[in-house]
């Protein structure tokens, strides 16, 4: 017994450092760190055009779909309700989406305007190089289960905090 009635305890971890070593190989880590260098690219690409990856995904979303609630398109995009919200405020602010009014007055279904189909069909070129882009990167990444010693070997993005950008080729037609 230690002064105060307290008793110390020593306990002995039973992760070895090999155990911690393996969590270099998350998949669910490389997942989001993926996802991140995927949404930098594309948001590099349309830059130019004034949106960013997730508006154009909303804009083309609602395009593919004729109009949605907003709770049907959180469902189709994977985004939470209140998320997806301040992406549509956004683009109700630039008129490029409209909300109508449903029966249930805790939804409401929204749809592109003529100026949002506008900027869809500018923007789209954008999106189609970055598609490109990005497939030709992935598919150039070097193959899983190599011989890894380093996580720079890895595949998936580079371990880095850099938010450096790359220049954005022109597209044809721009000057």
Known sequence: MVAGGFRCVYTHSVLSRAKIAAT?????????????LLTRHYDEWLRPTGLRSTQFSVLAALANTGG???????????????????????LEEQAWVLSDATEDARERRVRL???GWEQLERSYPAWEAAQAAAIEMLASAPEAGAAEEEPANRVGPERSTSHETRPVPQLPGER
């Open 24 to 36: 270099r190989e998350c998949l669910c880590l490389d997942a989001r760190s993926t996802a991140r």
């Open 113 to 115: 305007s003529g100026e």
């Open 68 to 90: 949605a609630t907003v709770s049907r398109l959180a469902d189709i995009l994977g985004l939470e309700r209140t998320t997806l919200s301040r992406s549509l405020a956004l």
